[in-house]
């Protein structure tokens, strides 16, 4: 069977020299692929100005809703892929971590279209300003990468690796060729057909190129950026590549590390917390066939446990039964391929060097399966019992069911030992004592992106040591490729660029549609209340009616909000304050505002659901007058639920509240729920 590769619009068989893929469990050759011949410059130009230009145009909404649909989509189909994922060597478990996981990352950055806006560039926190009289400001504002964004994908996770890059990316409104590992691209290319005759994304926005990839960096531009997963040596290898340095593109990395489980001193055998870290690393070890970048490689102990951890890992090891990954009673599958096999024996046996096997069986003898012909290998742990001195251990990496027992003295010295990997993904200490944990972390922070606290509380609900979040970034320092993916909307940043805008406050209202303070007010003799969300302009904006403030006002406010605070009522305490007298209360003003600006009448405002930013700038003494000016600030159109007869949208309100002498003397942001026109 061809391997064919998606570019330029169409589907193509590799040419040239092709390469195999195989059957993990089999042996059994399931397909060839190459890229022999591909023009790899005209196959980005394609994604740029086809896929590029049908994005850009697109709004974050839109685009969020596009996934959310192709996330539907493939939901619905996720069962065809099983049967192809089951050739890779995964188990049924594994197969769920990678396509179902795959399709809920989709479904997760889908759902962060709630907090982008209607519109293709997005603004980043609040004004600066760079004048005293206001009249100069500056604000950063994101803009989609005019260029493609090219994905190296490792071959442990053909769905999943794809699908956590592409979320990201496509809804920050850059089209993607993605390069899976030409070990496992079969399982891949499924998905990649399936989305392409599903004609939910814009053509041009998704190109698959199988084979090894040489030549693929070589067209790059300043505009394009660069996802890799996969080792650290490779990773460092094309990160330095001539065309990367030239251009200086975005180049993220996600690499392979050796992550570590520290048991804590106080979990001792008897306790959850040891019974759950043995359950963790047995788990990791074990799912995927340890074929995982977070997989823990290190399992750092108290020296006293050293063989209470041995001998409950060997327990629980005995249980994992090998073999072919459709089998019922089969729990750990094979390697992908059997140069994954020959390639943790070498690392093995330089572990070795260093460390002695406490628990490995020389004979495999896998269930449903021919040792010979498919890529098994057993669960294997060594000992190492000087981690400080024998550095192999923090060196080497068997990308397969290897790990390695550490001993340690006190927590800090764990730490140490974590730290020798020189950058990790990921690391967990099982551990109830809070202050265990919390030196730890800060000890261990710095080296690597994830840490886990295990223990009795956390763990019914724990996601576990490998399990990378989609609104937590997933990423590390050092070894770890000092990359980040995932991490909710940080994972946008990769494809965006941070612009700052500068100018007067009119002129950026204008530019990014949100008002800011200092810009020319519109007023309107209608009432805001009164209108659509389609009739209200930003920058709209009322001055209502005064209000002089009365001791009876705070006084009554006190009675009925209960806040009898000195500073309101007691006009003896305040030497050594800043009042000067009694001081009306801060939510009094904003209560009073909203009476002065709200139209009572019932209109197209349906709620006022909330309050973004409140600040009291000034101090309101009885006698003062005080003033609202009420004005527009953003709108942010919503979708329709199934269940509603009617479109809405949330209108931000700037309430500016200000005194006599034209000062401001409380400022807020109120969100309201607004209707849209039925047409």
Same mark, same amino acid.
């Given at each position: 069977?061809?391997?064919?590769?998606?570019?330029?619009?169409?589907?193509?068989?590799?040419?040239?020299?092709?390469?195999?893929?195989?059957?993990?469990?089999?042996?059994?050759?399931?397909?060839?692929?190459?890229?022999?011949?591909?023009?790899?410059?005209?196959?980005?130009?394609?994604?740029?100005?086809?896929?590029?230009?049908?994005?850009?145009?697109?709004?974050?909404?839109?685009?969020?809703?596009?996934?959310?649909?192709?996330?539907?989509?493939?939901?619905?189909?996720?069962?065809?892929?099983?049967?192809?994922?089951?050739?890779?060597?995964?188990?049924?478990?594994?197969?769920?971590?990678?396509?179902?996981?795959?399709?809920?990352?989709?479904?997760?950055?889908?759902?962060?279209?709630?907090?982008?806006?209607?519109?293709?560039?997005?603004?980043?926190?609040?004004?600066?300003?760079?004048?005293?009289?206001?009249?100069?400001?500056?604000?950063?504002?994101?803009?989609?990468?005019?260029?493609?964004?090219?994905?190296?994908?490792?071959?442990?996770?053909?769905?999943?690796?794809?699908?956590?890059?592409?979320?990201?990316?496509?809804?920050?409104?850059?089209?993607?060729?993605?390069?899976?590992?030409?070990?496992?691209?079969?399982?891949?290319?499924?998905?990649?057909?399936?989305?392409?005759?599903?004609?939910?994304?814009?053509?041009?926005?998704?190109?698959?190129?199988?084979?090894?990839?040489?030549?693929?960096?070589?067209?790059?531009?300043?505009?394009?950026?660069?996802?890799?997963?996969?080792?650290?040596?490779?990773?460092?290898?094309?990160?330095?590549?001539p065309r990367i340095v030239q251009e200086s593109v975005p180049?993220?990395?996600?690499?392979?590390?050796?992550?570590?489980?520290?048991?804590?001193?106080?979990?001792?055998?008897?306790?959850?917390?040891?019974?759950?870290?043995?359950?963790?690393?047995?788990?990791?070890?074990?799912?995927?066939?340890?074929?995982?970048?977070?997989?823990?490689?290190?399992?750092?102990?108290?020296?006293?446990?050293?063989?209470?951890?041995?001998?409950?890992?060997?327990?629980?090891?005995?249980?994992?039964?090998?073999?072919?990954?459709?089998?019922?009673?089969?729990?750990?599958?094979?390697?992908?391929?059997?140069?994954?096999?020959?390639?943790?024996?070498?690392?093995?046996?330089?572990?070795?060097k260093a460390s002695q096997i406490v628990i490995g069986e020389?004979?495999?003898?896998?269930?449903?399966?021919?040792?010979?012909?498919?890529?098994?290998?057993?669960?294997?742990?060594?000992?190492?019992?000087?981690?400080?001195?024998?550095?192999?251990?923090?060196?080497?990496?068997?990308?397969?069911?290897?790990?390695?027992?550490?001993?340690?003295?006190?927590?800090?010295?764990?730490?140490?030992?974590?730290?020798?990997?020189?950058?990790?993904?990921?690391?967990?200490?099982?551990?109830?004592?809070?202050?265990?944990?919390?030196?730890?972390?800060?000890?261990?922070?710095?080296?690597?992106?994830?840490?886990?606290?295990?223990?009795?509380?956390?763990?019914?609900?724990?996601?576990?040591?490998?399990?990378?979040?989609?609104?937590?970034?997933?990423g590390g320092p050092g070894r770890a490729g000092g990359g980040?993916?995932?991490?909710?909307?940080?994972?946008?940043?990769?494809?965006?660029?941070?612009?700052?805008?500068?100018?007067?406050?009119?002129?950026?209202?204008?530019?990014?549609?949100?008002?800011?303070?200092?810009?020319?007010?519109?007023?309107?003799?209608?009432?805001?209340?009164?209108?659509?969300?389609?009739?209200?302009? /930003?920058?709209?904006?009322? $001055?209502? =009616?005064?209000?002089?403030? %009365?001791?009876? @006002?705070? #006084?009554? &406010?006190?009675? /009925?909000?209960?806040?009898? $605070?000195? =500073?309101?009522?007691?006009? %003896?305490?305040? @030497?050594? #304050?800043? &009042?000067?007298?009694?001081?009306?209360?801060?939510?009094?003003?904003?209560?009073?505002?909203?009476?002065?600006?709200?139209?009572?009448?019932?209109?197209?405002?349906?709620?006022?659901?909330?309050?973004?930013?409140?600040?009291?700038?000034?101090?309101?003494?009885?006698?003062?007058?005080?003033?609202?000016?009420?004005?527009?600030?953003?709108?942010?159109?919503?979708?329709?639920?199934?269940?509603?007869?009617?479109?809405?949208?949330?209108?931000?309100?700037?309430?500016?509240?200000?005194?006599?002498?034209?000062?401001?003397?409380?400022?807020?942001?109120?969100?309201?729920?607004?209707?849209?026109?039925?047409?």
């Amino acid at each position: 069977m061809e391997l064919k590769n998606y570019i330029l619009g169409k589907w193509e068989s590799p040419r040239g020299e092709k390469l195999p893929q195989y059957d993990a469990v089999t042996g059994e050759l399931i397909g060839y692929c190459g890229h022999e011949g591909v023009d790899f410059e005209a196959v980005l130009d394609y994604g740029r100005r086809v896929g590029g230009t049908a994005l850009r145009q697109m709004t974050f909404r839109q685009r969020g809703v596009m996934l959310k649909k192709l996330a539907l989509y493939l939901h619905g189909i996720r069962k065809k892929y099983y049967p192809l994922s089951y050739r890779t060597g995964a188990t049924k478990t594994d197969s769920w971590i990678d396509i179902d996981g795959g399709i809920g990352t989709l479904f997760a950055y889908a759902s962060l279209r709630r907090q982008l806006p209607d519109k293709p560039f997005y603004v980043e926190g609040d004004a600066i300003g760079l004048s005293k009289g206001g009249s100069f400001i500056g604000h950063h504002i994101l803009l989609p990468r005019q260029g493609i964004a090219v994905h190296i994908n490792a071959f442990n996770f053909p769905i999943w690796g794809m699908l956590e890059k592409l979320a990201p990316t496509l809804l920050a409104g850059m089209p993607a060729l993605v390069k899976p590992s030409e070990l496992s691209s079969f399982l891949a290319e499924a998905m990649v057909k399936d989305i392409v005759e599903s004609g939910i994304l814009p053509e041009g926005s998704l190109q698959l190129v199988q084979g090894n990839g040489i030549g693929i960096l070589d067209h790059l531009t300043a505009q394009d950026a660069v996802a890799f997963t996969g080792s650290a040596e490779t990773g460092r290898r094309l990160k330095t590549h001539p065309r990367i340095v030239q251009e200086s593109v975005p180049f993220n990395m996600e690499a392979d590390s050796l992550n570590a489980a520290i048991l804590g001193p106080d979990a001792t055998p008897g306790t959850p917390e040891f019974d759950l870290f043995i359950k963790e690393v047995r788990r990791e070890m074990t799912v995927k066939c340890g074929q995982k970048c977070t997989a823990i490689r290190r399992i750092i102990v108290p020296q006293e446990q050293v063989e209470n951890v041995i001998e409950a890992l060997r327990k629980a090891l005995a249980k994992v039964t090998l073999g072919d990954p459709q089998r019922e009673e089969v729990r750990m599958g094979a390697l992908v391929a059997k140069v994954q096999q020959e390639d943790v024996r070498a690392k093995v046996a330089e572990l070795q060097k260093a460390s002695q096997i406490v628990i490995g069986e020389e004979e495999i003898r896998p269930i449903g399966a021919d040792a010979d012909k498919g890529c098994f290998f057993p669960p294997t742990v060594l000992l190492n019992e000087d981690p400080l001195h024998q550095l192999e251990t923090h060196h080497v990496e068997a990308f397969g069911p290897v790990s390695t027992v550490m001993p340690y003295k006190d927590i800090e010295e764990a730490a140490t030992i974590a730290n020798l990997g020189k950058g990790s993904l990921v690391s967990t200490i099982a551990t109830l004592d809070a202050d265990i944990a919390r030196r730890y972390v800060m000890a261990a922070g710095p080296w690597h992106g994830r840490i886990l606290i295990l223990n009795r509380d956390s763990a019914p609900e724990s996601t576990g040591h490998g399990s990378p979040m989609p609104l937590l970034s997933h990423g590390g320092p050092g070894r770890a490729g000092g990359g980040q993916e995932l991490g909710g909307l940080r994972g946008l940043y990769h494809y965006l660029q941070r612009t700052a805008i500068q100018g007067h406050p009119g002129m950026i209202t204008e530019i990014i549609d949100v008002f800011q303070p200092g810009s020319p007010y519109k007023e309107t003799e209608i009432h805001p209340f009164r209108k659509y969300f389609e009739d209200l302009q /930003v920058g709209e904006t009322i $001055f209502t =009616a005064k209000h002089t403030v %009365t001791e009876a @006002d705070i #006084t009554n &406010f006190a009675n /009925v909000s209960g806040d009898h $605070f000195y =500073a309101h009522m007691d006009a %003896t305490s305040l @030497d050594g #304050t800043i &009042f000067e007298q009694r001081v009306a209360h801060g939510y009094f003003i904003l209560s009073k505002a909203a009476g002065l600006f709200v139209e009572p009448r019932k209109g197209p405002v349906l709620l006022n659901y909330g309050i973004d930013e409140c600040r009291f700038t000034k101090p309101v003494y009885p006698g003062m007058t005080i003033g609202v000016k009420f004005t527009v600030k953003e709108k942010i159109a919503q979708e329709k639920r199934e269940d509603e007869d009617f479109r809405k949208g949330i209108v931000k309100f700037l309430v500016d509240v200000y005194d006599e002498t034209g000062e401001t003397v409380a400022l807020a942001t109120i969100l309201t729920m607004v209707k849209m026109k039925n047409l």
